[in-house]
């Protein structure tokens, strides 16, 4: 079983930049999530999708935030324009919608951001 | 707004030595408490799903029960590999998780 892959794990950019990141999912899952993580916090939801469609967004998730999910597989954040607070692991995760019951939430090990 | 409380935020152990962690939590109907395990520089790591009061789960030597306020994860006769941030996570409606801060649990020889 393959887990969540995610790509690049780290990533230095400077203020201003745009940047791009990649999560594949596990492969049976319907259902994608990405979170941001700061140290010492747990992570923070940012948005969710069900197949390719997008269903829900934090209110953390500014305009500057993109998400995808072509075709219902791997899916791609963009951050246009990035800042010093964008700074932080941002995170993948994946589940299979089964029965209406909540499942587990399978995690990638993140994409860590650095803005100099 | 969900809230999820997590304490001691750090624990130091020595190895054999069993301890308790706690998650209080405020959620307008609790579908799902999960427990995740994170090391340094990794996402979390799925342990255990708790979905109703009296509700308890095992895995080596952790054990997770669950009241209508709170959850604990009980560390039996830890080991070093042991050593890492426990986080806790509820969920209450169809998607979201809401995370607490961790403990983070160390555990010497």
Not at chain 1, 19 to 47: A, M
Not at chain 2, 3 to 21: H, I, N, Y
Not at chain 2, 29 to 52: A, H, I, M, N, V
């Amino acid at each position: 079983d393959t887990g969540v892959s995610q790509d690049p794990r780290h990533k230095i950019t400077k203020r201003g930049q745009n940047v791009t990141f990649r999560c594949d999912p596990i492969s049976e899952h319907n259902r994608l999530y990405w979170y941001r993580q700061t140290l010492g916090q747990g992570p923070e939801f940012l948005t969710y999708f069900q197949n390719e469609a997008q269903l829900e967004k934090s209110r953390l998730l500014s305009d500057r935030f993109s998400a995808e999910r072509p075709k219902g597989s791997f899916s791609t954040l963009e951050i246009q324009r990035t800042e010093q607070g964008d700074s932080a692991m941002y995170l993948c995760a994946s589940s299979l919608d089964y029965r209406g019951q909540a499942q587990p939430q399978h995690f990638g090990d993140g994409t860590r951001l650095s803005i100099l | 707004e969900d809230q999820v409380t997590q304490s001691p935020e750090a624990l130091r152990l020595q190895e054999g030595e069993s301890s308790s962690l706690n998650c209080s939590y405020t959620v307008s109907g609790l579908r799902g408490l999960f427990w995740y395990r994170q090391d340094p520089g990794k996402g979390p790591e799925f342990l255990f799903t708790l979905y109703s009061a009296g509700e308890e789960k095992e895995k080596e030597r952790l054990k997770a029960t669950l009241t209508k306020k709170e959850s604990f994860l009980h560390i039996t006769a830890p080991k070093p590999e042991d050593s890492a941030t426990y986080l806790c996570a509820v969920q209450a409606n169809d998607y979201k998780l809401s995370f607490g801060a961790g403990t983070t649990v160390t555990v010497r020889a």
